[in-house]
């Protein structure tokens, strides 16, 4: 039980942007917070890092409400990043790592670390604004991790940048990860969750619509995907009982089906008819189910 | 170290080792060295031309003696010189710069003496007006002559009227000294005037700028809003200190070489020869507490807007307020004890310039004083909580408006219901 929500709600005049949230994020592991924008995960964030003071619930840390007096355990990338443009790498890391309780000397030497780490040790005395977006964004990094918390805070903290970097990026979080620190991350692109994440939720105009263990999650979804690659035609399969969703590809077709036994019948019903290069079944991807939670109430 | 301290000498030292305001520090302190050098400067400048020279042509030859006489008395500066040839040759002299004016003596139909003055401009009037005070003279010792006046008649004739001004309040200043504050009223107003400018201008643009490189939600998530908001303003403020300590030593030490020309010229007239301590130690008060009050107004002004471009607009009705108190201020040091300036003395944006032109310029009782001081504190200690409730809402909203209907949603944030 590192970190514990309960009935939190956060309203804005008329306006409620996190509506009875309760969550619990278990200690040293990834936990994934989606949502569409505006979903209300920046608002938690803040909440967690009593930036904003909840209209209703308790937050707490190890059974404890977290306030300043913790801020050395907690370690935050804020969605929108932000340096001192005018002032030296170092000269910026020393002043963020030391109001988090850290000595210069130790600032400087994981500093140090860090940016041997990404393989840029030349930056420690550049300006920010002389750095490209990318490698700001690793300097944002190191910002929130040099004091090694204990609870961190990602919000989008792959948007922007090329693969490599994503790659870098992702070994240190799960590099993090496996020294003891519990990770919330926020983010857009359902892969990076699927790949990082044990436990995750989705965020539904302030609401939790999806919460749990990823594998359960796509269990209880109960859909799946069926793809069929073939030479006839196979549009008519779109009507097939059991067929929720059809999209032609290139090759063939991709069909969200019910459950395992649909394909079977359609394997019967399609054998014959002629060459099926491909006919595979798929456990339905994140993207799925969050288009499916989400982008149902758009409609 | 305490986090509060961190942020504190943070703000400090990357203050004082900017470039602006090292250069802004140079500028000054050779502005300070000019002024309180300003009669050396003006000396050096006269020395080369310091003897103006007078060609003199005496139509009568009996008013050259006593004509010098008279201006050996009043401006020794002056040489003049008799010029034997005609008033052609003399014109032509001038123009060749052997001479720096020609005076044309004679006696009119009354046997009184008159004169033509002429010189390349008659742009230089100084030298014109201590010919025309001898002239004068001499005019005037040839009339009583006439009139057969002894010297002793004609000393009493101008002996200057017995006219003295008497205050009646007790500690009242006399004449003189109300004239010397005056000086160092003036020099002390404008001196807290730039300050609070340039300070409160200072914080504003620094949250601004942590705002709109969006710094701020790191730093607030480590240190809270408010103990950041006042860690800054000691650190502007202990910035604003350094800079008038470094004003004032080059000052002080500047005018205490130069204490000869200080007795008797230029400064003497703006009353430094003797400085009363106490207007300086209130000046030193009022400067700070007027730092603090509009710097803790700039803060929460500055953490409303969300572009660096806004902060001006921002915090125009704040520069407006203080100029208004200058301008009061300055109507102030002709008239200081006219009830406006009385009443406006309490109203706590204008107490630092106004309570401090009152206490500089008249004798007020203490308790005037005090009382000012305690509205002002009150007021600033009220701006604090204020301004730090819109300070930890402000710092987190980022939109296109900065307006202040802002105010009201940077409070309502804050609010946990």
Not at chain 1, 61 to 82: A, C, D, I, M, Q
């Given at each position: 039980?590192?970190?514990?929500?309960?009935?939190?709600?956060?309203?804005?005049?008329?306006?409620?942007a996190?509506?009875?949230?309760?969550?619990?994020?278990?200690?040293?592991?990834?936990?994934?917070?989606?949502?569409?924008?505006?979903?209300?995960?920046?608002?938690?964030?803040?909440?967690?890092?009593?930036?904003?003071?909840?209209?209703?619930?308790?937050?707490s840390?190890?059974?404890?409400?977290?306030?300043?007096?913790?801020?050395?355990?907690?370690?935050?990338?804020?969605?929108?990043?932000?340096l001192?443009?005018?002032?030296?790498?170092?000269?910026?890391?020393?002043?963020?790592?030391?109001?988090?309780?850290?000595?210069?000397?130790?600032?400087?030497?994981?500093?140090?670390?860090?940016?041997?780490?990404?393989?840029?040790?030349?930056?420690?005395?550049?300006?920010?604004?002389?750095?490209?977006?990318?490698?700001?964004?690793?300097?944002?990094?190191?910002?929130?991790?040099?004091?090694?918390?204990?609870?961190?805070?990602?919000?989008?903290?792959?948007?922007?940048?090329?693969?490599?970097?994503?790659?870098?990026?992702?070994?240190?979080?799960?590099?993090?990860?496996?020294?003891?620190?519990?990770?919330?991350?926020?983010?857009h692109?359902?892969?990076h969750?699927?790949?990082?994440?044990?436990?995750?939720?989705?965020m539904?105009?302030?609401?939790?619509v999806?919460?749990?263990?990823?594998?359960?999650?796509?269990?209880?979804?109960?859909?799946k995907?069926?793809?069929?690659?073939?030479?006839?035609?196979?549009?008519?399969?779109?009507?097939?009982?059991?067929?929720?969703?059809?999209?032609?590809?290139?090759?063939?077709?991709?069909?969200?089906?019910?459950?395992?036994?649909?394909?079977?019948?359609?394997?019967?019903?399609?054998?014959?008819?002629?060459?099926?290069?491909?006919?595979?079944?798929?456990?339905?991807?994140?993207?799925?189910?969050?288009?499916?939670?989400?982008?149902?109430?758009?409609? | 170290?305490?986090?509060?301290?961190?942020?504190?000498?943070?703000?400090?030292?990357?203050?004082?080792?900017?470039?602006?305001?090292?250069?802004?520090?140079?500028?000054?302190?050779?502005?300070?060295?000019?002024?309180?050098?300003?009669?050396?400067?003006?000396?050096?400048?006269?020395?080369?031309?310091?003897?103006?020279?007078?060609?003199?042509?005496?139509?009568?030859g009996?008013?050259?003696?006593?004509?010098?006489?008279?201006?050996?008395?009043?401006?020794?500066?002056i040489?003049?010189?008799?010029?034997?040839?005609?008033?052609?040759?003399?014109?032509?002299?001038?123009?060749?710069?052997?001479?720096?004016?020609?005076?044309?003596?004679?006696?009119?139909?009354?046997?009184?003496?008159?004169?033509?003055?002429?010189?390349?401009?008659?742009?230089?009037?100084?030298?014109?007006?201590?010919?025309?005070t001898?002239?004068?003279?001499?005019?005037?010792?040839?009339?009583?002559?006439?009139?057969?006046?002894?010297?002793?008649?004609l000393?009493?004739?101008?002996?200057p009227?017995?006219?003295?001004?008497?205050?009646?309040?007790?500690?009242a200043?006399?004449?003189?000294?109300?004239?010397?504050?005056?000086?160092?009223?003036?020099?002390?107003l404008?001196?807290?005037?730039?300050?609070?400018?340039?300070?409160?201008?200072?914080?504003?643009?620094?949250?601004?700028?942590?705002k709109?490189?969006?710094?701020?939600?790191i730093?607030?998530?480590?240190?809270?809003?408010?103990?950041?908001m006042?860690?800054?303003?000691?650190?502007?403020?202990?910035?604003?200190?350094?800079?008038?300590?470094?004003?004032?030593?080059?000052g002080?030490?500047?005018?205490?070489?130069?204490?000869?020309?200080?007795?008797?010229?230029?400064?003497?007239?703006?009353?430094?020869?003797?400085?009363?301590?106490?207007?300086?130690?209130?000046?030193?008060?009022?400067?700070?507490?007027?730092?603090?009050?509009?710097?803790?107004?700039?803060?929460?002004l500055?953490?409303?807007?969300?572009?660096?471009?806004?902060?001006?607009?921002?915090?125009?009705?704040?520069?407006?307020?203080?100029?208004?108190?200058?301008?009061?201020?300055?109507?102030g040091?002709?008239k200081?004890?006219?009830?406006?300036?009385?009443?406006?003395?309490?109203?706590p944006?204008?107490t630092?310039?106004?309570?401090?032109?009152?206490?500089?310029m008249?004798s007020?009782?203490?308790?005037?004083?005090m009382?000012?001081?305690?509205?002002?504190?009150?007021?600033?200690?009220?701006?604090?909580?204020?301004?730090?409730?819109?300070?930890?809402?402000?710092?987190?909203?980022?939109?296109?408006?900065s307006?202040?209907?802002?105010?009201?949603?940077?409070?309502?944030?804050?609010?946990?219901e």
């Open positions: 039980m590192a970190l514990e929500l309960k009935h939190v709600t956060k309203r804005f005049g008329q306006f409620t996190v509506d009875d949230l309760s969550l619990v994020i278990p200690e040293k592991e990834i936990f994934g917070f989606l949502g569409a924008n505006g979903a209300g995960k920046t608002t938690t964030f803040r909440m967690i890092l009593g930036l904003l003071d909840p209209s209703g619930g308790e937050i840390w190890e059974g404890k409400p977290l306030n300043y007096s913790t801020s050395h355990l907690v370690g935050y990338l804020p969605e929108e990043r932000g001192y443009p005018k002032l030296k790498v170092r000269d910026q890391i020393v002043y963020l790592a030391r109001l988090r309780g850290m000595t210069k000397n130790e600032a400087q030497q994981e500093l140090k670390f860090w940016l041997d780490r990404f393989r840029v040790p030349e930056y420690e005395n550049k300006k920010v604004e002389e750095l490209s977006k990318g490698n700001q964004q690793k300097i944002q990094f190191i910002a929130a991790v040099i004091h090694k918390p204990k609870l961190l805070i990602l919000d989008e903290p792959f948007s922007g940048l090329d693969p490599v970097n994503v790659e870098q990026l992702k070994d240190a979080v799960l590099a993090l990860k496996e020294n003891g620190t519990t990770i919330v991350f926020s983010s692109q359902m892969h969750v699927e790949e990082l994440c044990e436990h995750l939720c989705i539904q105009k302030g609401k939790p999806v919460h749990g263990a990823l594998k359960e999650i796509k269990r209880a979804f109960g859909k995907n069926l793809i069929i690659h073939g030479d006839f035609p196979l549009e008519s399969l779109k009507d097939f009982p059991g067929v929720v969703k059809a999209k032609p590809t290139m090759e063939g077709i991709l069909l969200q089906i019910e459950g395992e036994s649909v394909a079977e019948a359609i394997l019967q019903e399609i054998v014959g008819k002629g060459f099926i290069r491909k006919f595979a079944l798929e456990e339905p991807s994140l993207n799925d189910i969050f288009i499916e939670k989400v982008g149902a109430s758009y409609e | 170290m305490n986090s509060f301290w961190i942020i504190l000498l943070h703000t400090y030292l990357t203050k004082l080792k900017s470039k602006s305001f090292i250069i802004t520090t140079i500028l000054t302190v050779v502005i300070v060295l000019g002024l309180t050098n300003i009669q050396n400067i003006i000396n050096l400048f006269d020395k080369g031309g310091a003897k103006e020279t007078v060609a003199v042509l005496d139509e009568t009996k008013l050259y003696e006593p004509l010098k006489q008279q201006l050996a008395a009043i401006n020794k500066e040489k003049l010189t008799i010029y034997s040839h005609n008033e052609k040759e003399a014109e032509k002299a001038v123009a060749a710069g052997d001479f720096d004016a020609l005076i044309q003596l004679r006696l009119n139909q009354e046997q009184l003496p008159e004169a033509v003055f002429k010189a390349k401009s008659i742009a230089d009037t100084s030298l014109f007006t201590d010919l025309q001898g002239l004068q003279q001499l005019k005037t010792t040839f009339a009583a002559s006439k009139l057969n006046l002894t010297q002793a008649q000393t009493k004739l101008y002996e009227v017995n006219f003295k001004k008497i205050a009646l309040e007790k500690n200043k006399t004449e003189e000294e109300l004239n010397q504050a005056r000086g160092l009223v003036y020099f002390l404008f001196i807290i005037y730039f300050a609070v400018i340039m300070y409160a201008n200072m914080i504003a643009m620094e949250v601004a700028t942590e709109s490189s969006r710094v701020m939600e730093l607030i998530s480590s240190v809270s809003p408010i103990k950041q006042f860690a800054k303003i000691l650190g502007v403020g202990l910035l604003s200190l350094t800079q008038l300590v470094v004003f004032l030593l080059v002080y030490y500047s005018l205490k070489s130069n204490m000869n020309s200080f007795q008797d010229g230029f400064w003497d007239v703006f009353g430094f020869g003797n400085v009363p301590v106490m207007t300086i130690i209130y000046a030193v008060v009022f400067f700070i507490l007027g730092y603090f009050l509009y710097a803790t107004l700039a803060a929460f500055g953490s409303l807007v969300s572009r660096i471009e806004d902060v001006q607009q921002m915090i125009t009705p704040m520069t407006l307020l203080v100029v208004a108190g200058f301008m009061i201020a300055m109507f040091l002709g200081p004890d006219t009830p406006f300036i009385t009443i406006t003395s309490y109203f944006f204008f630092p310039m106004i309570m401090f032109l009152r206490v500089g008249l007020i009782p203490a308790w005037e004083t009382l000012g001081i305690a509205i002002l504190v009150a007021t600033i200690i009220v701006l604090a909580i204020f301004g730090a409730r819109v300070y930890r809402g402000g710092v987190l909203m980022y939109g296109k408006s307006s202040f209907k802002d105010i009201k949603k940077a409070l309502q944030l804050t609010k946990n």
